[in-house]
Structure formats: C-alpha cells, structure tokens
C-alpha cells in the first residue's frame, strides 16, 4: 500500500491535469467559435451587399474584440474599399474603436485605394495618443512591402511636420533611417519648414545633409526651403552661388531681391529682378516688387518707388489709382512686414483725406511694433485713441510687448500705463524687465504708476519689481502707500522676497504700526516666507511694547519652525523679556 504523502502527490498531479485539460478545451472551444465568426462576418461582407442589416443580427457589440476585427481586415484585404465601409460602420453603430495596429492598417488601406482625405481624421487622433516611437513602430508592423511602409511612414513624418511637432518628426525619420526606409521628398520638406518656422536652423542644416546622404532628391520646394535657411543663418553669398549654377525658384529670387533692397543696392535688385523675369522666365509677384518699394520708400528714393509703383499697377498688382484701394494694399503690405511701403500709402491717404478701416490702423499698429518702429508704432496709436478707432486684441498686444523693450523714448511708462489700463497685459517677462529698468534708474513714480496699473487688472510681476519699490516706500517713510501695495498683492496671493518683509516689517513698527505688522507676519507664515531676521524683529518690537504675551507666543513659534537665531542674537531678544 502507498504511504499517504504519496496518494496525495498523485491525486494532486491528476487533478492538475484534468483542469489543464479542462482550460485548453475550452480555449480550444472559444477558437473555434471565434474562427468561425471572423469566417461568417468576412463571409457576409465580400459576398453580400445589405451585410450591415446580417450582422446587427450577430449582436457583435459583445462579441467583435481588437483581435477579432484585424482577422476580418485580413481576411478582406484583397477588397479594401469593404474593409474601409466595416471599419466606419463598427465605429458608427457598434461605437468601437480598434487598436493601433487596426488603425494603422486601415490607414495603409486608405492610403492604397487614394482615400488620403480620410486619413488625416484617424492620424490625427493617433498622434493625440501615441508617441511617435509607438505609431511608427505600429505602422512598420502593419503594412505589408516595403513601398507600402515607406508610403504611410512618408504620411506620419508629413502629419506630424505639419502639426509643428517636429521633435516628433524627428524621431519618425531617424526611425525610419533606422529601418532602411527613404521618406518621399515632400515628407522632409514638411519637416524642413517645421524647423524653419521654428527658427531651428542648425537643426534643419543637419536634416538637409541627412536628407542628402540618404539619398532624397531636392525639388524645387527644398531648394526654396534651403534658401530661406541659408539667408536666416548669414549666407546670402551661398544662395547667389545657388542662383548663379542653375539651381533657382521664384522663392529664391524674392529672397535675394529682399536682401538687395534691405540693403538699398536698387541697382543688383533691378538686375535680378530682369533676370528672374526674362533670363529664367520665373512669375514675379506682389511679393517680389514689394520687396523694392518697401526699400526704396526706406531710403527715400522716390525715383525707385515710381518706377516700382509703375511697374505694379501695369502687372495689376496694384490699381492704376491705388490710393483708391488702399485699405487692401496696406494690409497686405502690413501682413507681409512691408512696413516702410505700407507707411507711404498710409500717409498720402490721410494726406488727401481717405477714410481708412479700423483694421487697417490695427495691422499698420501691429506691423511697426513687429518690426520695433516704436516711435512711427506709438504715431499710429495716438491716432487710433484720438479717433476713437476699434482695433484687433492682438494689435495691442504687439504693441504693448514692444514698449517694455528697453531704451525706449521717455512717454513710453504713461503709454504701457494706457494700455495696460484698457486690460491689454503685456508678456509679464518682459514686463518685469521693462519695471526694473524702471527701478534701476531710479524713476519711482513710473514704476509706481505701471504696478499699480498691472495689479489692479490682476496681474503679479517678477518679485523684484514689488520689492524694490516696497524697499522705497519704507526707506523714505511712505508707510500707508506701502500698506496698500500689500494689500494689492495679498489679494493676488503674492510675496516680497524675505529681506523686503525684514524692512517693512521693521518701517511698519517703526510708524506705530504693530497690529498691521503682526497681520503682515501672520501672512508671511502662511506662505512661508520667513527666516529667523523676521522672527527676532517682530518678536524684539513686541517686547519694546511691551506686548509680551504675543512676544512669547510668536517666539514659541519661532522655536517650533526651526528658526532660532544665533546664541548671541537669541540672548539678545529674549532679554526684551526681562
């Protein structure tokens, strides 16, 4: 007979067996029946043609899973229009949503069958909800031949350059190098632009050399791209020699034509602008004769802006009399940073007395603060306020931010004063900066004028800026008005900076100010903008007063806070006790 430790081995043995066996029946069952629904439902969708009223009737709102659904794209690859009518009818009426990888292959079908429009929709979401390293991984897996990856790759690099998500663009490429994958030339000129826009240059320098060494061939748009690249790093001279051994686009002589007229060489501007014309039989647009009228009218050449003007109105770039089109034409001129251009239309209509549109005083405001013509800016601004004239938001906003730029004239405090008071908030970076200038030259009053303007709408600066004039109040004795900054800055939930609290702490009893002061240190502690100098000064006061029951309690604290002072300090304030 077995000993029973043996029974017990065997009984439990076959009982492990019988309930293995048991699991893979019924795995095998559950197969089965799942093998045989992918069949009935691919079945129903490539041979009959009322398939969606057939399968209501299968209930697949409890039945149909991510891995189901990619069998049936399997199964109905060879007909991808049918994968695509499931694909939108399951979303739709059974409110599911597959995979990443069902998603992914539906974007290869779309792509295969030229639906590129209702791509963008379900890409879209992806990248809201995936990294790039993932979608593109993904993507890799769910296309079959290597023309097909190449080809949805090329559309996830193309999405994300568009969206300016070029870290993420990036990524897709170097992955995409990494697999031996070339993306098409449009995708890299997406992410050139991206870059470009950005103003990352070096960045797109290297992926202009990676494009090359990977074997993508430029067209025009990349050398266009190139161009403006160049020129933004400095080397115009390499565009020219671009230009000179036959490699040329309309973008690249309006780059050069610019650069000429910024520079007032009328002479090689008229040069290339023939050449562009007639040697290479290139468009010239509004934007390449602009670019000589917005210079010439810079350097006050009047006989270049006639000649320009001229020119124009033949090619009906411009009105024969364009004065009476003029609010269109210094918009334009405005939208396009034309300003000096813009500025002479401007003003030979308010010289002849041509109503102008709001909107054309707001983009001329914009357009001067861009461009950091301040004083013409604040010109225009006068005008706007002395006429009661309604512009855009972001007008004032361009405005604003160009005022606190530093070493502007002296009107500029009341200016950002007006402005600010209106509810036009400059970038509160810049802001700060512009107050403490303020401060360091010693301009109280301005600075007075623009934190009070600046917290009265709700908004905090730097600490600095509140601390140094906190600093003044309290050294030349103004003790309410300090009171009242306070007030305005607790109601922000706001702080000075320890060393200011240590000095109106002590202005504020020095004036007979105890119990505002010790309200004043009740908020310090809750903000924890204390240090032992603040401690010995309330509780050293306080003593002096004889207020000795709140001295000790706020000594007590002072102990329990881990801010007691050094011994010699600490004999000296509790000697107040005695």
Excluded at 17 to 42: D, E, G, M, P, Y
Excluded at 128 to 133: L, Q, Y
Excluded at 452 to 459: D, E, K, R, T
Aim: glycine share 6%.
């Amino acid at each position: 007979m077995l000993p029973n430790n043996r029974i017990y081995q065997f009984i439990k043995v076959f009982s492990t067996s019988t309930t293995k066996a048991k699991k893979t029946s019924i795995n095998w069952r559950t197969q089965i029946k799942r093998t045989q629904l992918v069949h009935q439902i691919s079945s129903t969708l490539l041979q009959r043609h009322n398939w969606p009223s057939l399968l209501q009737n299968l209930h697949l709102s409890s039945k149909l899973t991510p891995s189901l659904f990619l069998q049936i794209l399997h199964k109905t690859k060879h007909n991808p229009q049918v994968s695509l009518n499931f694909f939108y009818w399951i979303k739709t009426s059974l409110h599911f949503e597959p995979d990443l990888i069902s998603q992914c292959h539906i974007i290869r079908l779309l792509l295969g069958s030229g639906q590129t429009e209702r791509i963008k929709p379900i890409l879209d979401s992806l990248i809201r909800t995936h990294t790039a390293t993932v979608l593109t991984h993904s993507m890799i897996q769910s296309c079959e031949g290597r023309d097909s990856q190449s080809d949805a790759l090329s559309l996830v690099l193309d999405c994300y350059s568009h969206k300016g998500l070029f870290m993420d663009g990036l990524e897709v490429y170097r992955m995409m190098r990494v697999y031996g994958f070339v993306p098409a030339v449009s995708a890299c000129n997406a992410l050139l632009d991206a870059l470009y826009r950005q103003n990352e240059i070096r960045l797109a320098s290297c992926l202009y050399g990676a494009m090359i060494r990977d074997g993508v061939s430029p067209n025009k748009f990349t050398w266009s791209l190139v161009a403006q690249i160049l020129c933004r790093s400095g080397k115009f001279e390499v565009v020219l020699r671009l230009l000179d051994s036959g490699i040329y686009s309309s973008v690249m002589y309006n780059l050069v034509i610019d650069f000429y007229s910024k520079k007032g060489d009328f002479g090689a501007a008229f040069d290339r602008l023939n050449e562009m014309c007639n040697g290479r039989n290139l468009t010239s647009g509004f934007s390449t004769y602009s670019s000589i009228l917005d210079g010439g009218c810079r350097y006050e050449k009047t006989e270049v802006s006639d000649r320009i003007v001229g020119l124009m109105v033949e090619k009906k770039l411009l009105p024969k009399n364009f004065l009476s089109g003029n609010d269109s034409v210094i918009q334009k001129l405005s939208d396009m940073g034309k300003t000096y251009a813009a500025e002479m239309i401007f003003k030979r209509a308010c010289d002849e007395n041509i109503e102008l549109q709001d909107d054309t005083y707001g983009c001329m405001l914009k357009a001067l603060s861009k461009e950091g013509r301040v004083e013409e800016a604040i010109q225009i601004y006068h005008l706007i306020s002395e006429r009661g004239i309604t512009v855009k938001d972001s007008d004032y906003y361009a405005f604003v931010n160009v005022l606190c730029k530093e070493h502007q004239p002296e009107e500029v405090c009341g200016l950002l004063r007006d402005v600010v008071e209106r509810g036009y908030i400059p970038c509160p970076m810049e802001f700060s900066r512009f107050v403490a200038s303020q401060c360091d030259k010693g301009k109280w009053k301005e600075v007075e004028e623009l934190l009070s303007a600046v917290l009265n709408q709700g908004l905090l600066l730097d600490s600095f800026c509140c601390s140094s004039l906190m600093e003044y109040y309290c050294s030349n004795r103004q003790i309410d008005k300090a009171i009242a900054l306070h007030i305005k800055i607790e109601k922000l939930k706001g702080s000075l900076d320890v060393a200011t609290y240590d000095v109106l702490l002590d202005g504020l009893f020095k004036d007979g100010r105890m119990e505002e002061a010790v309200r004043i240190f009740d908020y310090m502690k809750e903000l924890k903008v204390v240090s032992s100098s603040s401690f010995v000064i309330v509780v050293s006061r306080l003593c002096h007063l004889k207020e000795l029951r709140k001295a000790m309690k706020i000594h007590d604290e002072m102990l329990k806070m881990g801010h007691k002072p050094d011994e010699a300090t600490y004999k000296q304030v509790i000697s107040g006790f005695m």
